[in-house]
C-alpha cells in the first residue's frame, strides 16, 4: 500500500517535504491556511485526503484550520518536516538549536568540517530544509541542521548523531506562554539520542538538562572555568589545553566564542577530540567569517560605526551585540519589529551604553513601556524615519546599530530584507 502524506504549509519547508515524499512515490497533497497555487485550504479536502501522516511546516499555529482538522482525523501521525525528513536521511547529522547564535554556530561547524576534508552541508532552518538537502544533495555524508523549536515540537524519533543546544533566553512566549515550556522544546533535541551520542550543552544548562542520559555530555562556557570548553584570557580552552586564541580569528564577543566552543565540540563527534589540537583547526577557524545581517559592520565615516545587526531578534541577542560595541561607546539603536511576547525590561542592563533608541513596527508600546523615562526614545511610524533619526543623533565615536529585538515580518519578508533595507538608507545619508 502506498502511504498517503498531508503536507501543511506551502513554504519552503513544505514544498520540500513534498518533493521527498515524491521521491519515495508517496501519494503526497499540499495544504495551506491561505490560498496558494500548488495548495488546497479546505480543511474538509484534507479529511476526505484521508492520509496516514500529516507533515506540518514549522510555525503552524495550533489555530490553523487545518491543524484542527488534522488533529480530529483518526488513525493519522502528525509529525514535523524536521522529522519526516530525518526519516529517510540514514547520514550522519549534527543538530544545533538555541535561542541565539544556531546560524552561526551551523555555518562554523561546516565550515571546519569542510576545510578538514569532511562532505558537509549546512540545512535546516538556516534555508535549505533538511527535506530539499536529501533531494538535491543525496551523496552528502553529512549534513549540519540548524533546528527551531517549531521543528522539535513535532519530532518523535528525531536522533541527531550529536547535537548542541547553545543556550535558552526569552523568546517566542507568543507561542509557548512560558519560558519553561520554551525550554522544554528546546531540550527535546536530546530526548531520542543514543546513550553513547555526544550531547553538547552550555554550562549554564547543565542543572536543568532534563534526561537521565547523561552519558557523553560535553560542557562550554566563557565563564565557568570547570566547564569542557572553556576561556581564559583571548583563548579557548578544551580540559586545560589550549585549542586557539580568538585574536586569529574574525569572531568578536563572549557569544562567539560560545559558538565556536559549541562547534569545536560538533567536530569531535566526527573526529576525535585530538582535532582540537591541529593546526588544521586552528586554520579553518581563522579563515571563517560570519555572514550578513548578524553584527555585520556595513560602514564607518567620521569615526562613527554603523553596524547591521538585523538577526538580533530577541533582547539577548541585542545585549550580546551591545557587549561587543559598546565597550567605551554610545549605542544609538533601533529597536521594534513583530513582538513574540518577549522581556524587553532585559535590555535595560544596558541601559548606561544606549544613548538614544527609536522604536519602530508593531511592539513600540511594550519597547517604550519597557525603556521610557531611562532610556532616550522616540517612536517612528516608518522604518526610514527611525534610521534617519539615530543618524542624526550619532557624533564621532558613536555606534549606529539596527538590532531590533524583534521579528521582522510585521514590516518586512524576514531579517534579510529589514537588513538590507537599513543598509540602503545608511549609504543614502553618509
Given at each position: 500500500m502506498i502511504m498517503k502524506i498531508a503536507v501543511i504549509g506551502c513554504g519552503s519547508s513544505?514544498?520540500?517535504?513534498?518533493?521527498?515524499?515524491?521521491?519515495?512515490?508517496?501519494?503526497?497533497r499540499v495544504f495551506d491556511d491561505k490560498e496558494q497555487p500548488g495548495a488546497t485550504s479546505d480543511p474538509a479536502e484534507l479529511a476526505a485526503f484521508s492520509p496516514d501522516t500529516v507533515v506540518l511546516s514549522p510555525g503552524i499555529p495550533e489555530s490553523s484550520k487545518l491543524f484542527i482538522s488534522a488533529k480530529k482525523l483518526s488513525g493519522t501521525e502528525i509529525i514535523s518536516e524536521l522529522e519526516f525528513a530525518f526519516r529517510h536521511c540514514g547520514k550522519t547529522l549534527l543538530a544545533i538549536t538555541g535561542t541565539n547564535g544556531k546560524t552561526t554556530t551551523t555555518e562554523l561547524t561546516t565550515h571546519i568540517l569542510r576545510k578538514l576534508g569532511h562532505d558537509a552541508l549546512s540545512c535546516g532552518n538556516i534555508g535549505i530544509p533538511l527535506s530539499e538537502a536529501l533531494v538535491k544533495y543525496p551523496e552528502t555524508s553529512i549534513f549540519v541542521v540548524e533546528v527551531s523549536s517549531f521543528q522539535l515540537d513535532a519530532c518523535v524519533s528525531f536522533a541527531p548523531s550529536a547535537a548542541a543546544l547553545l543556550n535558552i533566553s526569552s523568546d517566542h512566549i507568543d507561542r509557548y506562554g512560558s519560558l519553561e515550556k520554551y525550554s522544554e522544546s528546546k531540550f527535546s533535541i536530546f530526548r531520542n539520542m543514543k546513550q553513547d551520542a555526544v550531547k553538547i550543552l552550555n554550562h549554564n544548562l547543565l542543572s536543568t538538562y532534563p534526561f537521565e542520559n547523561r552519558k557523553k555530555i560535553l560542557t562550554f562556557s566563557v565563564s565557568e572555568s570547570s566547564a569542557d570548553f572553556a576561556?581564559?584570557?583571548?583563548?579557548?580552552?578544551?580540559?586545560?589545553?589550549?585549542?586557539?586564541?580568538?585574536?586569529?580569528?574574525?569572531?568578536?564577543?563572549?557569544?562567539?566564542?560560545?559558538?565556536?566552543?559549541?562547534?569545536?565540540?560538533?567536530?569531535?563527534a566526527i573526529l576525535g577530540t585530538r582535532t582540537l589540537f591541529s593546526p588544521k583547526l586552528a586554520d579553518a577557524i581563522g579563515s571563517f567569517n560570519t555572514g550578513a545581517h548578524r553584527q555585520e559592520i556595513i560602514a564607518e565615516k567620521n569615526n562613527i560605526t554603523y553596524v547591521n545587526d538585523s538577526k538580533a531578534t530577541n533582547p539577548h541577542a541585542v545585549i550580546a551585540a551591545i557587549d561587543r560595541f559598546g565597550k567605551g561607546r554610545n549605542i544609538c539603536i533601533i529597536l521594534g519589529g513583530l513582538d513574540k511576547n518577549m522581556d524587553f525590561s532585559l535590555l535595560l542592563e544596558k541601559k548606561d551604553n544606549i544613548k538614544f533608541a527609536t522604536v519602530t513596527g508593531r511592539c513600540s508600546d511594550e519597547i517604550l513601556k519597557a525603556l521610557s523615562g531611562i532610556v532616550e526614545t522616540e517612536r517612528f511610524a516608518l522604518f526610514e524615519d527611525a534610521v534617519k533619526a539615530v543618524c542624526a543623533k550619532a557624533v564621532p565615536g558613536d555606534v549606529v546599530m539596527l538590532s531590533p529585538a524583534c521579528a521582522s515580518m510585521d514590516m518586512f519578508k524576514n531579517y534579510a530584507e529589514r537588513g538590507d533595507a537599513f543598509s540602503r538608507i545608511i549609504k543614502s545619508i553618509i
Open positions: 513544505g514544498k520540500a517535504a513534498s518533493a521527498l515524499a515524491d521521491k519515495y512515490f508517496y501519494t503526497n576561556m581564559r584570557g583571548n583563548s579557548i580552552f578544551f580540559r586545560n589545553e589550549e585549542i586557539v586564541n580568538l585574536e586569529t580569528s574574525s569572531l568578536r564577543g563572549p557569544h562567539n566564542a560560545e559558538n565556536l566552543m559549541a562547534s569545536c565540540a560538533l567536530a569531535t
